[in-house]
Antibody
């Protein structure tokens, strides 16, 4: 079964850092681009970042550019999101999500990992 | 950056047809995808590339895209269709989701 599993969420103080991990199983992980998407409580979906299958192409939303860094290690079937300078409004459920090749739609979502930024 | 706009809520009588719109400048030139998210669950793809249905999605769900509006249509609406629906577009170097539309089946 194809799956994505996020980990690394938790409670962090404002200004702090967290590193989220997304591990894929059951498919050729390196063949797919991966995104991070978040959802604040009671709010909609917000796209954050994209990394291509090889890791060579990376994009960020303006809201996280300069604070978040996406990377991947296909040897470990994993994508990472390093989150620095966290703010209370970064509190959300963070999903990793797989793009179907070529058409940029999400065909596989993880269950999400919760991040709370609070003093 | 590219923006898309959805109505916050749509109501439909049981068994009738619901239409949820996603507006954007010349959106017809882009591939629009739609996700359904029920409370406490992860999103599920219901329409991709404007009008294509993934396997397992009932044919009551359909999509179209013309001019400045993409539309998700749900015919013979059921109580189980109550959910938030999000449109999604890729804009060269970024993705954008609509704000979501809460569908209520009356």
């Amino acid at each position: 079964e194809e799956q994505l599993l996020e980990s690394g969420g938790g409670l962090v103080h404002p200004g702090g850092s967290l590193r989220l991990t997304c591990k894929g199983t059951g498919f050729n992980f390196g063949a797919y681009s991966i995104n991070w998407v978040r959802q604040a409580p009671g709010k909609g979906l917000e796209w954050l970042s994209y990394v291509s299958g090889s890791g060579a192409t990376i994009y960020y939303a303006d809201s996280v550019k300069g604070r978040f860094t996406i990377s991947r290690d296909n040897a470990y079937n994993s994508v990472f999101l390093q989150m620095d300078s966290l703010r209370p409004d970064d509190s959300a459920l963070y999903f990793c999500a797989r793009y179907w090749s070529g058409y940029y739609y999400i065909d596989l979502w993880g269950q999400g990992t919760s991040v709370t930024v609070s003093s | 950056s590219y923006d898309v706009t959805q109505p916050p809520s749509v109501s439909v009588p049981l068994g009738q047809t619901a239409t949820i719109t996603c507006g954007g400048d010349n959106i017809e030139k882009r591939n629009v995808h739609w996700y359904q998210q029920k409370p406490g669950q992860i999103p599920v793809l219901v329409i991709f590339r404007d009008s294509k249905r993934p396997s397992g999605i009932p044919d009551r769900f359909s999509g179209s895209n013309s001019a400045n509006t993409a539309t998700l249509t749900i015919t013979r609406a059921q109580a189980g269709d109550e959910a938030d629906y999000y449109c999604h577009v890729w804009d060269r170097t970024s993705a954008v989701f609509g704000g979501g539309t809460q569908l209520t089946v009356l």
